[in-house]
Nanobody, 124 residues
Framework: QVQLVESGGGLVQAGGSLRLSCAASGRTLSSYGMGWFRQAPGKEREFVSAISRSGVTTSYADSVKGRFTMNRDYAKNTVSLQMNALKPEDTAVYYC?????????????????WGQGTQVTVSS
């Protein structure tokens, strides 16, 4: 069992930056591919980014490519999402997720464990 806890959300003005972190307990994250998803009010949960179990491969939604960067820290057992040039449309609850699949998918159904989410609000 893996417990995931997100942190780092908050309120920021458009153009600003935030760094989200996802900490794990129970098991080491090195055994899992990791992903970030987000869900805005009234919308379905959508893929944001993912990083492979090895950390070599990353993928991003087109809407965040070039602005967001996902990394993992094996020593700290965490993954992070650096979000720059934030836009009001980035406002959502952001979720961290873990999958046993080495190359994590872009679909939420492919993930085994989820955090509770952290709110990101970008004002215009």
């Amino acid at each position: 069992q893996v417990q995931l806890v997100e942190s780092g959300g908050g309120l920021v003005q458009a153009g600003g930056s935030l760094r989200l972190s996802c900490a794990a307990s129970g098991r080491t994250l090195s055994s899992y591919g990791m992903g970030w998803f987000r869900q805005a009010p009234g919308k379905e949960r959508e893929f944001v980014s993912a990083i492979s179990r090895s950390g070599v491969t990353t993928s991003y939604a087109d809407s965040v490519k070039g602005r967001f960067t996902m990394n993992r820290d094996y020593a700290k057992n965490t993954v992070s999402l650096q979000m720059n040039a934030l836009k009001p449309e980035d406002t959502a609850v952001y979720y961290c997720a873990a999958t046993r699949t080495p190359i994590p998918p872009r679909t939420s159904g492919g993930y085994d464990y989820w955090g509770q989410g952290t709110q990101v609000t970008v004002s215009s």
